[in-house]
C-alpha cells in the first residue's frame, strides 16, 4: 500500500490511505530525525469506519473520505460519512474529524484517537532496527504529554476524555449528531526537540505558483499539473538556521533528507533559478557561514570547502560501517557548485551588493579546487575517504557500488569523476569573471583562465574512451589513473560547461539519447550494456529526475534545443506516471515495457532537486 505522505519541514507525516499510522515501517509523525509518534488510529464506537477516499492539497493537507455503514439507514446509498482532515505545520498536526448525516434519526456514538510515541532515531527506522526509546506520558489539562530526553510532544484534544498508560494515550469524544446534520471534533499535537539544528523559515515563498502553472498550460497541460505540485513541494522542503531563519534552502528531501545537503540544496537552487534568485542567494550564504576553514579527516574538511551534510548528531548506519559528523564535508562537488551557483545566480539578477559579500567565500572556494581537491597532484579533483568510517564515493553518486568497470568490478580511489573536472573547469572561470568585475586589484584571474585551460587540455587527453558502444569521456580515473570504461549518464553533466567542444557535446548527446541510456522516462544511471547494469540499482541503472533535468539543462546552454526537449518528453512522461510528485528515482525499465515507471523503494518522495526539474522542464520548453 502506497503511504499518503505530509511535509512541512522540518516536519513529516507517512500514514495509510485512511489515515491511520501503523501499517508500514516507515508510517510515523516526525519532527527532525525522531519520529514522536509510531501509531496512531482512529476508531469510531458505533460502526467500522470504510476508507473511500484520499484526496491531497498541496504538499501538507489531506482529506480522508470514510463511510460508518454502521451508523445509516436501512438503504443501500451511504449516507453517513466520516470526513478526516489533516494539516502538518512545521511542528504540528491538527486534525479535524466530522460526521455528515443524511438520516432522519439522530445519531449517538464515539470517535476514539489512539496515539503510541516512539522517539525513534530516523536513521533507526531507515535501517529497519527502529526500537522505541524509553519515554514518560503525563496527563494535561486538555491532554497528554510524551517526553524523551529532549523531544517532547504535547496532546491537544478539547472534549474528550483522555486515558494514559505506560504505552499509549487514548482519547474519547462522545459524539451526537441531529438528524441530516454534522458535528466536529479536532486534536493537535505539537512536537519540540531542544537539539533541532533547522527550523521552518521566516518568510512564505517568493514565487506565483499559480501565475507559473498557468503560463505553462499552454505549453503542455501536463506540464502545468507536475509545477503546481512540484512547487507546493519545494515550498514545503524549505528550511532555515536558527542564527539566520530569514534565509532559507531547500532540504534535500523527505523522509531521509529533511536538512541542509550541501550538493542537493545547490542544485535544487540552480534549476530553480528561473522562478526564483533570493532562494539560491539565501542557500550560498547559508553554505558560505559553514565553509570549512581547517582540516579535520574525521569530517572531511579541508580549508575553503563546502559542507555536504548538517544533522543534529552523529549518522550512524548500521551494517554499513559508516558514521558521519553532525558537520560533514565529505563532498568531492559542493565546494565547485557553489561557485557555478553564485556565477549563475548573478546573471540571473542577485544584486552585485550581494554577490560581492561572498567574495571571500569564493576565494577559500576557488582556492580548495586549486590548492586541495587533488589529494593525489595529478592535475584532477578527486575524493579518498582517509577514516573507513565516512562515504566511500563523494560524488552525486554516494552508494559503496556506484563507480564500477563495464564488467561490474569496483573502481578503486582515490576516484576523479568526469562532471567534477567539468564543474571546477566550469566554476574557476567563472570565478575568475567574477573576480574580474568586483573583485580588487589582488585577484589574479589570468592564473585561474591559465589553470582552466591546462584542466581542459589534461581531461581531453585522460578521459576519452573507445568502447564496444562508442566514443565518450570515461565516467573517472580510478587509483592508477586508468580510465574506468562504464558508460553512465555522469557524462551528461558536462555538456554545457565548456569542457567539451561542440562536435563532443553533440556527441555526448546522441548517446544519452540512445535506447542504452534512454528509458523513455528519463536518462539512465548507466547504460543497458554494462555488466553491473540493473534497472532497480539505486546509482546502476534507475533513473533519477535531477540527473535528467541536468542533463536537459547543459543541452538547452549548449544550443541542443532538440535534443534538450526529446529528454523533457521523458521526464514528462515519468511525472505522469508518478501523479506528478516524483520522486528521488524510479527504475530504468524501458517505455515499452511498462505503462507507468516502475518505483524504486525506499526512494525519497517528495525531493527537492525532482521538483526543480520541473522548472528545467518550463524553461526547455519555453526557449
Not at 489512539?114 to 494535561?140: M, N, Y
Not at 505558483?209 to 505549453?219: K, L, N
Not at 552585485?352 to 561572498?358: A, I, M, N, P, Q
Request: hydrophobic share 45%; aromatic share 8%; charged share 20%.
Amino acid at each position: 500500500e502506497a503511504a499518503v505522505i505530509a511535509v512541512r519541514a522540518p516536519s513529516q507525516l507517512w500514514s495509510a490511505a485512511g489515515g491511520d499510522l501503523a501499517g508500514q515501517a516507515i508510517h510515523g509523525i516526525y519532527h527532525g530525525d525522531v519520529r514522536h509518534v509510531r501509531e496512531l488510529s482512529l476508531t469510531c464506537a458505533g460502526s467500522p469506519v470504510e476508507w473511500i477516499s484520499v484526496s491531497t492539497d498541496g504538499p501538507s493537507r489531506v482529506v480522508f473520505g470514510g463511510i460508518l455503514r454502521g451508523l445509516d439507514d436501512r438503504f443501500p446509498d451511504p449516507k453517513v460519512r466520516l470526513l478526516r482532515e489533516r494539516v502538518l505545520d512545521a511542528g504540528r498536526v491538527t486534525e479535524t474529524w466530522t460526521v455528515h448525516s443524511r438520516v432522519a434519526h439522530a445519531i449517538d456514538t464515539e470517535l476514539v484517537l489512539r496515539v503510541v510515541p516512539d522517539f525513534a532515531s530516523l536513521h533507526d527506522v531507515k535501517s529497519g532496527l527502529a526500537s522505541a526509546e524509553r519515554f514518560t506520558i503525563q496527563a494535561t489539562d486538555d491532554g497528554a504529554a510524551a517526553a524523551s530526553g529532549r523531544t517532547r510532544f504535547v496532546l491537544s484534544s478539547p472534549g474528550a476524555a483522555v486515558s494514559t498508560d505506560d504505552d499509549a494515550i487514548t482519547a474519547t469524544w462522545p459524539v451526537a449528531v441531529s438528524p441530516f446534520g454534522s458535528a466536529a471534533v479536532r486534536f493537535t499535537i505539537e512536537m519540540t526537540d531542544a537539539a533541532l539544528v533547522v527550523q521552518a523559515p521566516l518568510a512564505g515563498p517568493h514565487w506565483d505558483a499559480a501565475a507559473v502553472s498557468d503560463a505553462a498550460r499552454p505549453i503542455d497541460p501536463r506540464l502545468a499539473r507536475w509545477l503546481d505540485r512540484a512547487l507546493g513541494d519545494l515550498d514545503a522542503l524549505r528550511l532555515a538556521l536558527p542564527d539566520h531563519p530569514g534565509d532559507d534552502f531547500f532540504a534535500a528531501g523527505a523522509p531521509w533528507f529533511l536538512t541542509l545537503f550541501g550538493r542537493d540544496s545547490l542544485w535544487a537552487a540552480r534549476l530553480a533559478l528561473p522562478l526564483d534568485t533570493r532562494v539560491a542567494a539565501s542557500t550560498l550564504r547559508v553554505l558560505a557561514r559553514l565553509q570549512a576553514d581547517d582540516a579535520d579527516d574525521a569530517s572531511a574538511r579541508e580549508p575553503g570547502k563546502i559542507l555536504h551534510e548538517l544533522r543534529a548528531t552523529t549518522l550512524e548506519m548500521p551494517g554499513e560501517g559508516i558514521s558521519l559528523p553532525p558537520l560533514y564535508y565529505g563532498s568531492v562537488d559542493s565546494t565547485p557548485l557553489w561557485v557555478c551557483l553564485l556565477a549563475d545566480a548573478r546573471r540571473a539578477g542577485m544584486p552585485d551588493d550581494e554577490v560581492r559579500e561572498l567574495l571571500p567565500a569564493l576565494r577559500r572556494a576557488l582556492g580548495w579546487i586549486l590548492d586541495h581537491g587533488d589529494s593525489d597532484g595529478d592535475g584532477f579533483l578527486d575524493y579518498v575517504d582517509r577514516t573507513g568510517s565516512g562515504l566511500a564515493n563523494q560524488g552525486w553518486k554516494d552508494s559503496g557500488d556506484s563507480i564500477q568497470w563495464r564488467d561490474g568490478s569496483l573502481a578503486e580511489g582515490p576516484i576523479a569523476l568526469c562532471e567534477v573536472q567539468a564543474y571546477a573547469y566550469e566554476a574557476v572561470l567563472a570565478g575568475a569573471e567574477l573576480l574580474d568585475e568586483l573583485g580588487d586589484d589582488g585577484d589574479s584571474p589570468a592564473t585561474l583562465r591559465a589553470w582552466a585551460a591546462a584542466l581542459r587540455a589534461r581531461f581531453a587527453e585522460s578521459f576519452w574512451i573507445t568502447t564496444p558502444e562508442g566514443r565518450y569521456p570515461a565516467v573517472a580515473l580510478d587509483r592508477d589513473k586508468r580510465p574506468v570504461d562504464t558508460l553512465t549518464s555522469n557524462i551528461g553533466h558536462l555538456i554545457g560547461t565548456g569542457i567539451l567542444d561542440a562536435a563532443d557535446e553533440a556527441d555526448v548527446a546522441r548517446l544519452l539519447l540512445s535506447s542504452p541510456m534512454s528509458s523513455g522516462y528519463g536518462i539512465r544511471t548507466m547504460s543497458t550494456g554494462a555488466g553491473g547494469y540493473w534497472p532497480l540499482s539505486y546509482h546502476g541503472g534507475s533513473v533519477w529526475t535531477h540527473d535528467t533535468a541536468i542533463v536537459a539543462h547543459g543541452m538547452l546552454r549548449a544550443g541542443l534545443g532538440d535534443q534538450a526537449r526529446e529528454v523533457v518528453t521523458g521526464m514528462l512522461a515519468a511525472a505522469e506516471g508518478f501523479a506528478y510528485r516524483v520522486p528521488e528515482l524510479h527504475s530504468g525499465d524501458p517505455i515499452g515495457d511498462t505503462t507507468t515507471p516502475t518505483p524504486y523503494p525506499a526512494a525519497c518522495r517528495p525531493q527537492a532537486w525532482s521538483a526543480a526539474a520541473a522548472i528545467t522542464a518550463l524553461s526547455v520548453l519555453s526557449a
